[in-house]
């Protein structure tokens, strides 16, 4: 009989993550595939269409059974429900896991977040014994202090005895960020190995006509992804509207996505040079990128973002576009080394605006050189059936190379 694999995680199709990927090709390897997670509202915070948020609902999509509980909604514009629905996934997840995981033979944790996401996946080894890997995409504690959260004794000293307990009751930890092992090692069992295991590209089509994003003759530079508080567009827009007339008129920001400061930062906009796209369908994201002169990463300066490299770097790579790297550590170093595109300091606006006034003055030659090593990083580092081949031989004992 075939093995089978069931995957805990928050975000699952129709939200677009990595998961999905996963899940789909290891059931297309013949593995028994089920995915435990919530009623689909990201980003907007909303049930998505053709959804109900119901307290437990089973399905099928693509053969892959789906189990979901619900949702908290409307926790974009609000923290509480933010708080709210890490626990409600904690909790009602959890509850349901010991149902429906007796079936399985091994769990698969996607923790794209909230650490807590990932109670169901250990209170279902600390009961039935079942081994469990998570592939790690966010570092706690780190991250909720990067998130705002003030870092007290009391806060600190029950934040740093949950971590522990979850990476000690698991057998394997994949980590999308080389940079993760020395924040994770003071929590983590003596003997553990870290395997990594980095995001890839999405799928591009790159033959698709571009977008028309304005002005032609201008220089385009492109912000893709959530609009957070830490993706620092903030700092961005104040750089860009630094800008003198003479660099102003020649190129315009393109910012595409939804996201919880929208609102604000469209306020910003004093000058009209900087267009908001709104949030565009994964698939049609090729025709931006193709349209795009350079495109932006950026995080703000936290100690965890400089371990971190947003998924839509590796996206960027394969879309074969120079970037700008607004962000400090692993990223800038990944884009440094390669020589991918220019790096700005996340916290120096006056920095980011000369790197901007850089990348309008760019000639074709080195804009080709900046694009020189995207084809063999993508292939030899960022291959997504290497990735997922990995892990899956991680979740289901075998030896990893």
């Known amino acids: 009989?075939?093995?089978?694999?069931?995957?805990?995680?928050?975000?699952?199709?129709?939200?677009?993550?990595?998961i999905n990927d996963v899940a789909l090709s290891w059931k297309d390897k013949g593995y028994v595939v089920g995915v435990l997670t919530l009623v689909p509202t990201y980003p907007l915070g909303k049930v998505s269409p053709g959804y109900s948020?119901?307290?437990?609902?089973?399905s099928k999509w693509k053969g892959i059974n789906v189990y979901r509980v619900h949702a908290t909604t409307g926790y974009r514009d609000n923290a509480?429900?933010?708080?709210?629905?890490?626990?409600?996934?904690?909790?009602?997840?959890?509850?349901?896991?010991?149902?429906?995981?007796k079936k399985y033979d091994y769990i698969f944790g996607f923790n794209t977040g909230a650490l807590t996401s990932m109670l169901p996946a250990v209170l279902i080894r600390k009961v039935y014994r079942v081994p469990v890997t998570l592939w790690t995409q966010d570092v706690w504690p780190d991250s909720v202090y990067a998130y705002g959260f003030k870092k007290t004794r009391v806060l600190s000293f029950c934040l740093n005895g949950f971590v522990k307990f979850m990476h000690h009751n698991v057998e394997n930890i994949a980590v999308s960020s080389k940079g993760f092992e020395s924040k994770l090692k003071p929590y983590v069992k003596d003997n553990m190995v870290f395997n990594y295991a980095p995001n890839w590209a999405d799928d591009l089509n790159m033959e698709s006509t571009p977008a028309l994003l304005g002005d032609d003759s201008k220089i385009q530079l492109t912000f893709a992804g959530n609009i957070g508080k830490v993706q620092n567009l903030k700092n961005i827009i104040l750089a860009f509207n630094g800008l003198n007339a003479k660099y102003a008129k020649r190129a315009q920001l393109n910012i595409i996505g939804d996201g919880s400061e929208l609102k604000k930062l469209e306020a910003l906009n004093i000058k009209n040079n900087i267009v908001f796209h709104g949030k565009k369908p994964r698939g049609?994201?090729?025709?931006?990128?193709?349209a795009s002169d350079f495109l932006i990463v950026s995080l703000v300066d936290k100690p965890i973002f400089k371990v971190t490299v947003p998924a839509k770097t590796q996206t960027y790579i394969a879309a074969k576009r120079p970037i700008i790297a607004i962000i400090n550590g692993d990223t800038a170093d990944i884009i440094k080394d390669n020589n991918l595109g220019f790096i700005a300091n996340p916290s120096d606006i006056e920095d980011i605006k000369n790197i901007f006034m850089q990348a309008?003055?760019?000639?074709k030659v080195t804009l080709e050189k900046f694009t020189k090593k995207c084809d063999s990083l993508n292939q030899e580092v960022f291959n997504k059936d290497?990735?997922?081949?990995?892990?899956?031989?991680?979740?289901?004992?075998?030896?990893?190379?």
Do not use: H, Q, W
Not at 83 to 101: A, D
């Open 1 to 18: 009989m075939p093995k089978k694999i069931l995957i805990v995680t928050e975000c699952f199709y129709p939200e677009e993550f990595k």
């Open 53 to 58: 948020n119901k307290l437990y609902s089973k």
């Open 80 to 101: 509480i429900k933010k708080i709210l629905k890490y626990v409600n996934f904690m909790i009602l997840g959890g509850f349901m896991s010991l149902f429906i995981s």
């Open 284 to 290: 049609e994201m090729a025709r931006y990128y193709k």
């Open 360 to 363: 309008i003055n760019t000639d």
């Open 386 to 401: 290497i990735i997922i081949e990995r892990l899956l031989r991680l979740t289901i004992g075998e030896s990893v190379e």
